[in-house]
């Protein structure tokens, strides 16, 4: 089984900083992407960066300038600058990749998500 597991979310004020962190773990053969999710209280989850295999980067408009995905083999991570209020939701680690379990199709896995805060 693969599995992920996020840490760093927590209670900040606006413009305020977090470093979230997203390690897989298990029987992983390679990995196409990792990114980051967020939900907020009523709303649909949504994108909020990605790094895919080359080096490729992708963020939401909302949070460009703001937010810097990195990845480094197993683990992913997100640097949050100048958090704002709307910033708050809780924040999953996503991950597309190869195990042996599932070889060779790819497939997508979820970290359980910590949440947030950005207090104004």
């Known amino acids: 089984q693969v599995q992920l597991v996020e840490s760093g979310g927590g209670a900040v004020q606006a413009g305020g900083s977090l470093r979230l962190s997203c390690a897989a773990s298990?029987?992983?053969?390679?990995?196409?992407?990792m990114g980051w999710f967020r939900q907020a209280p009523g709303k649909q989850r949504e994108l909020v960066a990605i790094?895919?295999?080359?080096?490729n980067t992708n963020y939401a408009d909302s949070v460009k300038g703001r937010f810097t995905i990195s990845r480094d083999k197993n683990t992913v991570y997100l640097q949050m600058n100048s958090l704002k209020p709307e910033d708050t939701a809780v924040y999953y680690c996503?991950?597309?990749?190869?195990?042996?379990?599932?070889?060779?199709?790819?497939?997508?896995?979820w970290g359980k998500g910590t949440l947030v805060t950005v207090s104004s």
């Open positions: 996503n991950a597309n990749l190869l195990s042996d379990a599932r070889a060779p199709y790819a497939v997508e896995y």
């Open positions: 298990g029987s992983i053969v390679s990995i196409n992407a």
């Open positions: 790094s895919a295999s080359g080096g």
